[in-house]
């Protein structure tokens, strides 16, 4: 049985020599024949040099050069498509996922699992900011999300033949993977591990990309964020007919006037409601419009290294 591992790689040029050094040495254990699809995600930096490098040492690695960069859900997803493997191993370059983990997940994998998950206890060498915010965007993309998603769980596990094929399946052009993978189905589990630090470099995740992230994550996964326009409306009907009561209430018993402060304060409540609904709208448009114009996800640059000839064949006798 053929295992490959996919890792999706952008600036990561001091990480991939011991990348592979511990992806190597999990794999080992391994009796299996195993291949490893590194694709460069329109790196700056040496990244390109250090995975043709890596492919002329070992023979089972592949590399994959992608136009330009398109995000880290489309470069793994890149890497995945190349994937021919029976069983798929994902994680991140920057060794921030343990390859270690690897043994346990396939022990779980024999068991009849078709997704193992890697689920993160503990975050180290990561600041107050990003895990307040991850902790937060898990819980509420759970509560809006259609299908549950795994709270506390990145793209980080090792996935069967079929569940990889039933994600490959959907077209869609905003990808949440680990979302695909919980809408796909099938027997799933996770296992518990500590994130470690990022070994070189520094976060391909800024706020701003963060935000659109979650964005697409919750988009992708629920309309739930349209229907809060119909319970704001509700809301502001409410509102209104309470201002209407102490309005009329206000003229009977004093004959006044209604201040402006209150005005002022009403346009404002109403009009950042519309500018909200509009915006929740405008967010579901654009994603569509994207989704509608059926662009390809990416495109190959260069190709470096072999894969296992073979293999391959035999496994495509098999299915
Ligand atoms: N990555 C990528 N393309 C991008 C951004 C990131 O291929 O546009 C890769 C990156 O090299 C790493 C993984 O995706 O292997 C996760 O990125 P990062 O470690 O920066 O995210 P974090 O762990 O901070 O959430
Ligand atoms: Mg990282």
Redesign the pocket.
Same mark, same amino acid.
């Given at each position: 049985m053929l295992l490959s591992v996919v890792?999706?790689?952008?600036?990561?040029e001091d990480?991939i020599p011991l990348l592979v050094e511990r992806l190597v040495a999990a794999t080992e254990a391994w009796r299996g024949l195993s291949e490893i699809v590194l694709?460069?995600? @329109?790196?700056t930096d040496g990244?390109w040099d250090a995975i043709c490098a890596q492919c002329k040492d070992h023979p089972g690695i592949r590399g994959l050069k992608l136009s330009m960069?398109? @995000?880290?859900q489309?470069?793994?997803t890149a890497g995945l498509m190349e994937a021919t493997g029976e069983r798929v191993f994902m994680?991140?370059?920057?060794l921030?996922d343990p390859p270690e983990l690897l043994p346990d997940m396939m022990a779980m994998m024999d068991r009849g699992y078709d997704v193992v998950y890697g689920r993160r206890k503990e975050r180290k060498g990561?600041g107050w900011f990003?895990k307040v915010t991850?902790h937060g965007f898990y819980r509420l993309l759970n509560r809006l999300s259609d299908v549950p998603i795994p709270n506390d769980t @990145?793209?980080f596990r090792l996935v069967s033949r079929r569940a990889l094929d039933a994600v490959l399946e959907m077209p869609e052009r905003a990808r949440f993977i680990r979302g695909m993978f919980a809408w796909a189905g099938f027997r799933q589990i996770g296992i518990e591990y500590v994130?470690d630090p990022?070994l070189a @470099?520094?976060?391909?995740?800024p706020l701003s990309?963060?935000i659109r992230f979650a964005f697409d994550a919750l988009a992708s996964f629920s309309i739930k964020p349209l229907q809060i326009a119909t319970r704001l409306a509700f809301l502001t009907l409410i509102i209104a007919a309470l201002m209407a009561v102490y309005v009329f209430w206000s003229l009977i018993m004093y004959n006044a006037v209604a201040g402006w402060a209150s005005t002022v304060l009403v346009i404002s409540f109403f009009s950042g409601i519309q500018l909200l609904t509009l915006g929740i709208m405008g967010e579901y448009l654009g994603r569509l419009y994207v989704e509608a114009k059926g662009r390809p996800l990416f495109f190959v640059d260069e190709q470096t290294g072999q894969t296992i000839e073979p293999v391959v064949e035999s496994l495509a006798k098999h299915r």
């Open positions: 890792v999706p790689c952008m600036n990561e990480s694709v460069d995600d @329109g790196s990244t960069n398109r @995000g880290h489309v470069a793994l994680l991140d370059a920057d921030q990561e990003k991850a @990145g793209d994130r990022r @470099g520094e976060t391909k995740y990309k963060m």
